[in-house]
C-alpha cells in the first residue's frame, strides 16, 4: 500500500522497473518488462543494492531525478514521460496505419480517432484468437475496462495479429464478410463485442511496435508517443501480471502518472491532491460475476427440429453405451446408446440417442435430443466412467472440471428431470500453481481443455484393501501442463460417485516450450527425486488428451498420456512409469527452443512422422485395434491418420453419402467409436466451425486412409 504524499521522504527503490530513455540502446525494441521502453540501462536496474550508488557511469539526468522524487505512484511515472518525450528515437504512431482493418461485432467499421486526435490514452491490446494467454488475459481486460469506464481520458482498442497462416490469409474481396473467415470464427466463437483493429497479413503494426508475442500491449499518449508496452504471454512467464488485481494496480500506475504529465491535454485530468484513480473499496468484478454455481440444470425431452437443438461451435462429441436402467436379460434390452456432445459456445452439453442398435446412417435419421446441461462458460472435453456411469466435463471458461449422470430416457419422456452437476476440482479462476496437490476443490486449474480417464487393471489378487478409483487427466491449456485427479478409495465394484481426493500436475513444468525429456536426460542431469522428472518437460498448451496403453517393442503395453500440443503444432506422449515425454509427429526439435513453437504447415509422411507438419492440432483419437493416432489438424482444415508402426502419416479422405469429395472446417474433436460401424470401428469428428458434428465410416479395403460421412448433429 501507497503511503500518502509528502508523508514519506525516504529514498527508495520503485517497486518497479524504469529505464532511462535517453541512455545507450542495449537490446533491439521489443521489450518484456513494463516501462523497459528501449532496454536502455540504468543505474535503477543495474543493481540490486538498497541504496542506489549515485555517480555510477551508466548515470543520467533521469536516474537523478528519479532518486530524489516525491513517493508517490504518479510522480516516477511523470519523470519518465517527461524523458521519454524528450528522446530524439522515441517511439510515434500518430495516426493508424492504412493496412487495418477495423471491425466490431462482425461488421466492419470506420476507424476511432487517431492517437493524436482523441485526447486520450490508447491502450493497444495485441492478441490472436488461438492462444489460451489471449483468452485469460482478455478476461483481465474486461475487468480493467470495467474499473476505468468512466475514466474519459482513457480507451482501449484490441489488435488481432494472427501467428497461423490461416489466420493471415489474405482477404478474399468475393466474400460478403469484411474478414477472413478464420478471424471471423475466432471473434464470433469468443464472443468478442470489442472494437478490434485487423493486422495485415505480413502483421506489419504488429512488428512495428516491436511486439515479441500474444497478448501484448502497447500504451500510446495523445502525443502519439509510445509510453509503455509489455508482453503477457504465458502466466508463468510474467508472474507479476498474471492476476488481475495486479493488472489493474499497474495500469493505475500508468493512467495517473500519463494523466498528471499531459494534463489538458487529455479529455480528464488527474485531481492535484489525487495519486490514484482506484476509489478504496472498488471491485474489479463486473455484475453479475459469470462464476459458476452448482444450481442444479433442469432438462427437458424435444425433438430435433427445434432451434434450442442447433449447436454452435461444438468442440468434442463422444459415443457411450450404457446397461439400461432396470432392464434385465429377459427383456431383450440391455444397451441403450448416447452421442454426448460440448456444445461450446452455447455453454452447454447436449446429448441424444439412438433407437438403433448402432451409430450410422440409418441410426441417424432417428435421432431424438434428450437434453442439455446449461450454466457451463466455454466446455471443451468430455470422458465417461462407466463404472459410475459419470460424464465428466472440461467447464473451460469456468477453469473447473464437473460431472453429471445423463437420465434415462425412459424418465425424461415422461418428466422434465432435475440433473444434479457436481464441481470435482477447479476454484473457478485461473492461477499460477505448477505444482497443486491441494484437495480437489481447493485446486485451481487454468483453461482445462480436454479430460480423459485411465482405466486401471485389476491386481491379479485381492488383497482384500479398497482400491483406488481410476484417475482423471486434464490437459491444462494455460498452464502447459497435465494434470491428475485422484480419487478416494472405495469398496471395489461400487457403483457410488468416487470421491475427489487431490488434483496435481502430471506433466509439465509450465513453460510455454517443445521441451522433451528422457530417462538418458535424468541420468544425464541427475534429477532428484525421480518423481521430479515429470515437472521437467516443456508442453505448449496442450489440447486434446487420450489415456490409454500404448505397445512398446519388447514390453507389455504401458500406460501413456497422448496429446496435441497446440501451440507446437505436434503431437506427444507421456510415458507415465518411465516419466518420459516425447515428441511422435510433427513439431520442432523437442529441445525446448522457442522457434520450435513456429514449425507449423501442412505435409503428410512416410515412415518418419516427426516430419510431418501440422497446424494447431486441438484434438486426438487412437485406434487401438489397429495401433493408429487420429489427429484433428484443425487449421489445416484436415483429419490425419497416423501409423505408430510405419511411422506414416497421412490425410484422410473424406466424402459424403453421395460420395462427393467433404472438406472441413476448423475440426477440433475427435473420437474413436471401437464398436461404431458393426464392429468395424467409426470417427466421431466435431466440424467446429460448420457447427456440426460428423460420423465417418471407413470404406471397404481403405480403413483409416477414406470414410464416407454422415451428419448425426
Known sequence: MCTAPGTDTRRRRPFYRFHDPEGNVEVPPGPVYPFDMYGRRSSLSAHTEVEIIPGLPVDSPFDAEMRTCVYEPPEPMRILLKHVERAPDKQVVGRWPPGLRWVQRGRQVSPPDDPIDSRCITVLQFMTGRSSDCWIADEDMAAVEYVYRNVAAVRFLQVYSGKYFAERRPLDETADTPLPASVMHALERTGNERLVAVD??????????GAIGWPFYVFIAPTGAVISKWYQGSPFGVPVLDNTLATVILMDVIFCGAMRFYGEQLRSMLPPDQYTLLEEDFSYEKPPSRMPTEEAAVTNATTTTTSSDRLRYPHKAIVIRRQRHGADAAGGQLEETFLVVADTANDRVVWRTWTATGLGSEASTDAIHFGSVDGLCQPRGLCYDPQHDLMYVADTGHHRIVRFRIPSPDVLRSAAVTVQVEQVTGTGKADTDVVGTRRALQQSVATPWDVSMLRMKAAEEDDGVDPFPDPLYISCNAQNQLWKLDFYRQPRDSAAAPVPRSCRAACGGGDQTQQDI??????????????????????????????TYLPRAGTSPRPTLLFADSESSSVRQFDL???ECTTIAGGGSGDGDMDDLFDFGDADAVGNARAARFQHPLSIAYDAAHDAIYVADTLNNKIRRMDRTSGDVQTVQLVDEADVPLGLNEPSGLFYDAEGHDGRGALIVCDTNAHRVLLVEWLDGERGCRGRTYQVW
Not at 540 to 545: F, N, R, S, T, W
Request: without cysteine; proline residues 9%; hydrophobic residues 40%.
Open 577 to 579: 512409469e518411465a516419466r
Open 518 to 547: 528422457t530417462q538418458d536426460d535424468n541420468r544425464r542431469y541427475r534429477i532428484e527425486p525421480a518423481q521430479a522428472l515429470q515437472l521437467v518437460p516443456g508442453l505448449a498448451q496442450p489440447a486434446g488428451l487420450v489415456a
Open 200 to 209: 495485415t497479413p505480413e502483421l506489419d503494426f504488429f512488428q512495428e511496435m
